[in-house]
């Protein structure tokens, strides 16, 4: 393996450990399987383009032009119970909660503790999951 393959690779690691912090543990194997498989390189793309998208997020409470309508959704959570779009991660290394809008039956802003709905059965991030704005997903 030459030196920028390991360069690469070594990236790739360090994306996928960003994502242990915010994808379902089914999700983050079955993604890790993946990229060792005949698809690896869109997985790969997968792997970076999330983990970029969550260091980009902004901080709860840190950007105040981002609330109401017109906060941007950076990530989807969905199951057959819900949905839940993530616009504000927490600053810190804990990952313990995240700021969107939740549907459960009924829309509600406010603060989603990310490791109680890691655990949720049947709870994925949604990969294909394009940035938009949450008055886009009130309509």
Known sequence: MNQEAMNRRKLLIK??????????????QTLNEQLKGPEKEFFAEVVVDL?????????????????G????????????????????RDPGHTQSQVFGLADLGFREFGYIPLVELLRQPLVEVDFHWKKLAVGEILK
């Open 15 to 28: 994306d996928l450990m960003t994502l242990r912090r915010f994808v379902p543990v089914f999700q983050f």
């Open 69 to 88: 309508e017109s906060a941007i959704v950076h990530l989807h959570y969905f199951s057959p119970a819900g949905d839940w779009w993530i616009t504000e």
């Open 51 to 67: 983990a970029n998208t969550f260091r980009g997020m902004p901080a709860i409470g840190g950007n105040h032009d981002n609330y």
